[in-house]
């Protein structure tokens, strides 16, 4: 069974960096065609597509999180990470990790990732 967990701060003061693990089981984030997103939701807001790494290492962003965002992995831990620099309370928000069978650039759609994490609420504040 494919499990995906995100962990990492709930809370994260104002320029810093926001770092979070997810981590994979029952499934390789080395196999193809697999690719690994983040998505986020603020409250109250929609969800928001931040970036994907695929099975091969290639990465893509949101060209609006682009400048602040790095996503990277560690395949010997079967874990792919995200990085947002400069946060603000904007940033505040849940982030999930996804997986799809294929890339799915800037997509938000529920049924094209098959597996989710269940979400870390991480804060913004000072």
């Known amino acids: 069974q494919v499990q995906l967990q995100e962990s990492g701060p709930g809370l994260v003061k104002p320029s810093q960096t926001l770092s979070l693990t997810c981590a994979v089981s029952g499934s390789s984030i080395t196999t193809s065609y697999y690719s690994w997103s983040w998505i986020r939701q603020p409250p109250g807001k929609e969800l928001e597509w931040m970036g994907v790494?695929?099975?091969?290492?290639?990465?893509y962003y949101n060209p609006s999180l682009k400048s602040r965002t790095s996503i990277s992995r560690d395949t010997s831990k079967n874990q792919f990470y995200l990085q947002l620099k400069s946060v603000t309370p904007e940033d505040t928000a849940v982030y999930y990790c996804?997986?799809?069978?294929?890339?799915?650039?800037?997509?938000?759609?529920?049924?094209?990732?098959?597996?989710w994490g269940q979400g870390t609420q991480v804060t913004v504040s000072s």
């Open positions: 790494i695929a099975y091969d290492g290639s990465t």
């Open positions: 996804a997986r799809s069978e294929g890339l799915r650039v800037g997509s938000v759609k529920r049924d094209e990732y098959d597996y």
